[in-house]
Structures are given as structure tokens and as C-alpha cells.
């Protein structure tokens, strides 16, 4: 079992930065793929970006490609979001989450364990 715990959301203006975390506890984070997924008002969950253990495959989705950009620290347990450029319809919760697996699908399928999600608004 894998915990999730997402920080850093808020209020940003478009154009502007913000770095999302997330915690991971339980046994078996040191060798989970993770990822980003996010869904706003209205619409689908939509698959932002995942990471592989321990961290040299990585996948984005459309939105995020060439904005966004996912890391992981093991030694700490955590993964990170970096976003930049952003736009008001980049505001929506944001999901972390982890796979059993080590490797992750190109398009974020096969995610075992969420977090509860941290809000990000963007405003124009």
C-alpha cells in the first residue's frame, strides 16, 4: 500500500510558477512509477505526466509538454510538478499517483494509488 499526500497548489497569475509535491509513504514508493493527473470543473480526469523508478522514462501529456515538467527524489520520497508558463485552463485539482509497477504507460493508465489532490487557479 502507498500513501499520497499532494502540496503546493494555490492561486496563480497566468504567465506565473508553481511547483506541486507529492509524499509518499508505505513500503513500496522506492520502486513505484508515479505520476500527475488532473481534473477540472466539469471535465475528465486528464492525464498530465508520469515517471518511471527511478526516474529515467517519462511521459506528458499534451498540456504539459514543453511547460511542465516532473521529477522525483527517492532519498526523500517525494515527486514534483514544476509548472511554468501557466494558463487559466490549467486550473483544476491535481492528483498525484503511484503504480505497483516500476514503469509507467505512456498515457498514465495502470495508476494503483491517489492523493486526495491539491487545487490550482489560475487567473487571467
Known amino acids: 500500500q502507498v500513501q499520497l499526500v499532494e502540496s503546493g497548489g494555490g492561486l496563480v497569475q497566468a504567465g506565473g510558477s508553481l511547483r506541486l509535491s507529492c509524499a509518499a509513504s508505505?513500503?513500496?514508493?522506492?520502486?513505484?512509477?508515479m505520476g500527475w493527473f488532473r481534473q477540472a470543473p466539469g471535465k475528465e480526469r486528464e492525464f498530465v505526466a508520469a515517471i518511471s523508478w527511478p526516474g529515467n522514462t517519462i511521459y506528458y501529456g499534451d498540456s504539459a509538454k514543453g511547460r511542465f515538467t516532473i521529477s522525483r527524489d527517492n532519498a526523500k520520497n517525494t515527486i514534483y510538478l514544476q509548472m511554468n508558463s501557466l494558463k487559466p485552463e490549467d486550473t483544476a485539482v491535481y492528483y498525484c499517483a503511484a503504480a505497483r509497477g516500476r514503469i509507467p504507460q505512456p498515457h498514465g493508465g495502470g495508476m494503483d494509488f491517489w492523493g486526495k489532490g491539491t487545487l490550482v487557479t489560475v487567473s487571467s
Open positions: 508505505g513500503r513500496t514508493f522506492s520502486t513505484n512509477a
